[in-house]
């Protein structure tokens, strides 16, 4: 089930580690993030390394349907009533210099970026995205309303956010890496202060961003509170037609459509990791029903991971970890959020203000429901007998029948039916 951006991309071809070394900046991780972050104070003459466990964009980056996009779902009138209308403006502006960003790397990057119109849809309630509208209206963004959309159900209604983009992420990645200070099969096993130890040798760094999609250090910063993971699913289909733009529901379990190249991609079937859910089943129900004509040429899933707040955690890893950052909790909207990521740490490591480093905090308030919710979820299955249990904090694992895999409900680690680790936070196989 690779994906297909994996179909077409090359090899990345970095070394692994092979020595002990220092530098003023290590990052750990090699998604699009870090190899953003790397980038970054490349340009900036700033000397670091970055460290893969295995090679870039094999993680959470290749599973991507690579919209690159200011609309985060009804987001901003949220951001509005929790946080005011400073840092929701905030928030709105990061994304919109993240797109620019983008757009102006990939003016010399051939990776099939194409802009187009945003939307974000509601099938039975108007008045939800008239009231996103009224705070799109507030911060001063131009969005507009449609009733109509070229999907094949109607829409109570839809936010459209002009000139916004998708491209083909793997292509980016690659091209952009080329000769940045990345070692591959390098995995951080233990960090020691500014030290990070490796099965090949040593990197000790001034400043260390960790950028490992959940964070791999659980003894700071409460992130297996604070987050919980979501697991969500596509279909590629032939022979199905152009929607000439990018489409998500505001529901959470409801589908996202984009076309690349000849194909159509669905995305949808979300739950929680660990717990049951529509997946391809769900898709392919859809597809059959309203394009019979078309084929499945592909088909993956992705994971993510989920703030309580909705918006990442960008900055200083916690109060007693000093010169340590993280990215982390792009809530499915992972590539304008690694660039922002990127610009916030980039500026930091190198003790500069940012202007939106505050609007993504990870200190912030902790207090909002879905941390009951999380803590509710590592009670029980830290109390349900089982025999395979989750080595980051020992809760039950549940067996995923349609991918074959252990999942773990509390903080979404996941394995092989043999063990092997495919997705942290977890840092181990399975023992037994």
């Given at each position: 089930m690779d994906s297909l951006w994996e179909q077409k991309s090359p090899d990345s071809g970095f070394e692994s580690l092979d020595q002990d070394i220092k530098t003023d900046v290590l990052i750990i991780g090699g998604g699009m993030a870090g190899v953003l972050c790397a980038y970054m104070l490349h340009q900036s003459g700033t000397p670091y390394v970055l460290a893969e466990a295995e090679t870039i964009g094999h993680g959470i980056t290749k599973n991507t349907t690579a919209k690159i996009t200011s609309q985060h779902g009804l987001i901003y009138g949220k951001l509005i009533r929790k946080f005011g209308t400073d840092k929701a403006e905030k928030y709105l502006k990061a994304n919109d210099a993240a797109l620019k960003k983008y757009r102006d790397l990939c003016q010399t990057i051939d990776c099939d970026f194409e802009e187009k119109e945003a939307y974000v849809y509601s099938l039975d309630d108007r008045q939800k995205i008239e009231k996103e509208l009224a705070a799109l209206e507030q911060l001063g963004f131009d969005a507009q309303f449609t009733d109509r959309l070229p999907l094949p159900f109607p829409v109570a209604g839809a936010v459209k956010y002009p000139r916004q983009a998708q491209f083909h992420p793997l292509k980016f990645l690659f091209s952009l890496s080329k000769g940045l200070h990345i070692y591959e099969h390098t995995k951080v096993t233990e960090l020691i202060g500014r030290t990070a130890?490796?099965?090949?040798?040593?990197?000790?760094?001034?400043?260390?961003?960790?950028?490992?999609?959940?964070?791999?250090?659980?003894?700071?910063?409460?992130?297996?509170?604070?987050?919980?993971?979501?697991?969500?699913?596509?279909?590629?289909?032939?022979?199905?037609?152009?929607?000439?733009?990018?489409?998500?529901?505001?529901?959470?379990?409801?589908?996202?459509?984009?076309?690349?190249?000849n194909l159509l991609l669905i995305g949808g079937g979300d739950h929680r990791t660990g717990k049951q859910g529509g997946n391809w089943q769900e898709l392919r129900t859809f597809a059959r029903q309203h394009y019979p004509n078309?084929?499945?040429?592909?088909?993956?899933?992705?994971?993510?991971?989920?703030?309580?707040?909705?918006?990442?955690?960008?900055?200083?890893?916690?109060?007693g970890t000093p010169d340590l950052y993280v990215a982390t909790g792009f809530n499915k909207w992972g590539m304008t959020s690694s660039m922002v990521s990127a610009m916030i740490l980039c500026d930091l490591v190198q003790e500069k203000q940012n202007p939106y480093a505050e609007?993504?905090?990870?200190?912030?308030?902790?207090?909002?429901?879905?941390?009951?919710?999380?803590?509710?979820?590592?009670?029980?299955?830290?109390?349900?007998?089982?025999?395979k249990r989750c080595p980051h904090l020992g809760c039950a694992l549940k067996w995923n029948p349609y991918e074959h895999t252990w999942d773990c409900p509390c903080h979404g680690s996941r394995f092989t039916k043999n063990g092997r680790l495919i997705d942290n936070p977890a840092t181990g196989d399975l023992t037994k």
């Open positions: 130890v490796t099965s090949r040798g040593r990197i000790t760094a001034k400043k260390i961003i960790i950028a490992t999609h959940f964070p791999i250090l659980n003894k700071h910063g409460g992130y297996f509170l604070k987050m919980y993971q979501h697991r969500s699913y596509v279909i590629a289909l032939e022979n199905a037609p152009n929607v000439h733009g990018m489409y998500v529901d505001e529901a959470q379990n409801g589908m996202s459509f984009r076309n690349f190249e078309a084929s499945e040429k592909y088909c993956w899933a992705t994971q993510d991971c989920m703030t309580l707040d909705g918006v990442p955690y960008i900055g200083a890893y916690s109060a609007a993504f905090s990870p200190s912030r308030t902790i207090l909002r429901p879905q941390l009951a919710v999380n803590a509710w979820e590592a009670v029980v299955n830290l109390l349900t007998p089982s025999a």
